[in-house]
């Protein structure tokens, strides 16, 4: 199931702005919980962006500097080698290897949108 932002206008750039606030702050969560406690993550614990958030985040944030910043902001938290720094001792090992692909894919559909 595909969860949607919640709309406080019609604006598909708000509900985008939305997606993009929501990434950074489950990001986040999740690294506060692995800074903060011991507990190991599973793959279903790590909340990934899909491949259409980025792309609607990348629809209506294209072409404006500050929100372009934000964007590259965006593949930087996602970058493999970032991610593996933060995540890597916290994630079970059998789930270790599709972890690794999973977020290789996201980070290569924000490097495909930024290329756009």
């Known amino acids: 199931m595909i969860r949607r932002p919640p709309r406080s206008t019609l604006s598909s750039s708000s509900a985008a702005s939305d997606v993009y606030k929501r990434q950074v702050a489950n990001y986040k969560q999740m690294l506060d919980r692995v800074e903060t406690t011991d507990k190991m993550l599973s793959l279903s614990e790590l909340e990934l962006p899909t491949r259409l958030q980025i792309q609607a985040v990348a629809r209506s944030l294209l ?33 270790g290897d599709q972890a690794k692909q999973q977020v290789h894919q996201v980070f290569l559909w924000l490097q495909e949108c930024l290329g756009q």
Do not use: E, N, V
């Open 63 to 95: 072409g404006k500097k500050a929100q372009q910043k934000a964007f590259r902001q965006l593949a930087m938290m996602w970058h493999p080698d970032k991610f593996w720094q933060h995540f890597g001792s916290a994630i079970c090992q059998p789930d």
